[in-house]
């Protein structure tokens, strides 16, 4: 096997210990955006909250950076899915890898600009913008130097990490998506 070759326990093992720092991670996060005094809340989620037609009106009605940072992120979720399933070192995978960076780093820049809903400077989501603007550059340098690993580790941190935990946890209550769609 050469060294750019991954066995398949290799690839398990490395999943099964993302997503288990994952979830550590996402409590974290919960916790630091909703407070430990309101856990409780959560459980009772069900009885306050209840699906509707969406409310576009509140989208409308957001920040320019809000809005900025919904058109990007929700592309860059759709090409970085395209990009994790479809063939890799292809002239295509390149040409989306380098739109991908664009918008990953566009939606990162206009997060810094959304404020905490909660009050207070800090919104615990610059976590993940601060991991974005590091990784994004890092990442292009792996590709670049040929390092496949290596480059396929950070990005699919950055997918998993930065896109679908980042984005699960913005349907938390209180947060303007919980609102569009639950609240």
């Not at 720092?21 to 955006?33: H, P, Q, S």
């Not at 576009?56 to 399933?85: E, F, G, N, R, Y």
């Not at 400077?121 to 890092?138: G, M, S, Y």
Request: proline fraction near 4%; charge should be positive.
């Amino acid at each position: 096997m050469s060294s750019q070759e991954v066995s398949t326990g290799d690839i398990a093992r490395g999943v099964a210990i993302r997503v288990l720092i994952g979830t550590a991670l996402t409590a974290v996060l919960v916790v630091m955006l909703i407070g430990p005094g309101n856990l409780g809340h959560l459980a009772s989620m069900g009885s306050g909250s209840r699906l509707h037609g969406p409310r576009w009106d509140l989208l409308a009605q957001a920040s320019p950076a809000i809005k900025i940072h919904l058109a990007t992120v929700l592309a860059a979720v759709v090409l970085a899915t395209v990009q994790m399933i479809g063939p890799k070192g292809r002239t295509l995978h390149r040409i989306l890898g380098w739109t991908l960076a664009v918008l990953l780093v566009t939606t990162a820049v206009t997060a810094m600009f959304i404020h905490n809903p909660q009050g207070g400077l800090f919104n615990p989501f610059q976590i993940f913008v601060a991991t974005t603007l590091i990784t994004v550059p890092w990442g292009i340098i792996a590709a670049r130097r040929h390092e496949v690993r290596r480059h396929a580790r950070m990005m699919s941190g950055l997918y998993f990490g930065a896109l679908i935990i980042a984005g699960l946890l913005t349907f938390l209550p209180g947060r303007l998506l919980w609102r569009v769609f639950l609240g």
